[in-house]
Each structure stands twice: as C-alpha cells, then as structure tokens.
C-alpha cells in the first residue's frame, strides 16, 4: 500500500511561484508514473506533469515551460515547481502513483493553489 501526502499550496499572486510537496510512504523507486494532476472547480481533473517508467517527463501543454517536476528519491519526496502562475493554473492539485507490485492506483487528498492578486 501507499500514502501519498501534497503539501505547499496555498494563495499566490499572478506571476509568482510556488513549489509543491508530494511525500510517499515508501520508496518512490515502487512507484511508476508518479506524479502531479489538478482539478479546477467544474473542469475534468487533467495531468500537470509525472515521470514516466522511462524516466522521461510529461507535461500538459498550457504548463510546459512554467512548471518543471523533480524528486529525492532519498527523501521519498515529488515536487512540482511553479513558476510564472496564471489565475487559471487554480485548481486542487493531487499527487498520483501506480503501485509497481501491483499496479494500483494510489492518490492524495489534494492541495489547493489559488492564484490571484
């Protein structure tokens, strides 16, 4: 099993930065693709950016440039720096990962970015 925890969201104004948390209770080598998705009030909840098996990146296209994932994998720790945010980069954002062992799902409970001045 896995836990996910996202933390450092909160208010930000347009054009400012804000770096986001995602800790997994164990060793982020057991998890595939993790990575980061949002979800805006009446929106689909639709991918940011997330490693790949490969360990390439994907990034949603109205984020690349602005926003860049990384991990330490000794601290068990995902990160999503944002840079250059927009009002409509506002949505809860979740952390995501695919058990390696067994290819469930796991997701955290959210962090809410709200971007406004």
């Known amino acids: 099993q896995v836990q996910l925890v996202e933390s450092g969201g909160g208010l930000v104004q347009p054009g400012g930065s804000l770096r986001l948390s995602c800790a997994a209770s164990?060793?982020?080598?057991?998890?595939?693709?993790i990575g980061w998705y949002r979800q805006a009030p009446g929106k689909e909840r639709e991918l940011v950016a997330a490693f790949t098996s490969g360990s390439l990146t994907n990034y949603a296209d109205s984020v690349k440039g602005r926003f860049t994932i990384s991990k330490d994998n000794a601290k068990n720790t995902v990160y999503l720096q944002m840079n250059s945010l927009k009002p409509e980069d506002t949505a809860v954002y979740y952390c995501?990962?695919?058990?390696?062992?067994?290819?469930?799902?796991?997701w955290g409970k959210g962090t809410l970015v709200t971007v406004s001045s």
């Open positions: 164990r060793s982020i080598f057991t998890i595939n693709a």
């Open positions: 995501h990962g695919v058990d390696a062992i067994d290819g469930i799902h796991y």
